[in-house]
């Protein structure tokens, strides 16, 4: 069974501090997406790593993707209370000879000023 | 381009009763889907297609019936509305399964009684 498990579920952090949220996977794509979804609102595309040893960076946030490890890790740095929302990565697998996007299940980050 | 769109935003409806969940691309993606969230459980699969004229199942299809007769439409029907089919369901599209950059809708908020 394929699985995608991401920790922490939830992180309460201050404004100015790091963090990073790391995402474990059990197939052997080398395909990883970051999602971002506000409270209340839809998904929203961040970042795709196609390549083991991909890193993209977009303002605080930045990506990276070890394929060999089988762990994405998603790095904030110095938070602001903008970045408040709930993370989802996802990996490109088969499952029972579909072709599928597993999910895993979030984490939920909210930043405190 | 509108990207997804969906309609309804909001519905309730009674158990047994039956409707439809409009789901419209304009960026002739190829791989359309069908998510259901609840809260702590994540995204969840329902049904997908890869093309027109193509639909499969997802992890969770029981109870909901899909097609694909053009490109740019994937409506998702319920069929015999139940309380456990209260949800917040997400249609999404992406390019082609190899590259499954996802682009989601606004979603609908499905209550059921």
Known sequence: ??????????????????????????????????????????????????????????GRLMASLDTKARLSTLHIT?????????????????EDSNYQLIWGA????IIKP | NAGVTQTPKFQVLKTGQSMTLQCAQDMNHEYMSWYRQD??????????SVGAGITDQGEVP????????????FPLRLLSAAPSQTS?????????????EQFFGPGTRLTVL
């Open chain 2, 39 to 48: 809260p702590g459980m994540g995204l969840r699969l329902i049904h997908y």
């Open chain 1, 106 to 109: 979030g984490t939920k980050l």
């Open chain 1, 78 to 94: 110095a938070a602001v209370h903008d970045l408040s929302a709930t993370y989802f990565c996802a990996v490109d697998g088969f």
């Open chain 2, 62 to 73: 029981n109870g909901y019936n899909v097609s694909r007769s053009t490109t740019e439409d």
């Open chain 1, 1 to 58: 069974e394929l699985k995608v498990e991401q920790n922490p579920l939830f992180l309460s952090m201050q404004e100015g501090k790091n963090y990073t949220i790391y995402c474990n996977y059990s197939t052997t794509s080398d395909r990883l997406y970051w999602y971002r979804q506000d409270p209340g609102k839809s998904l929203e595309s961040l970042f795709v790593l196609l390549s083991n040893g991909a890193v993209k960076q977009e």
């Open chain 2, 88 to 100: 917040v369901y997400f249609c999404a599209s992406s390019y082609d399964p190899s590259y499954n």
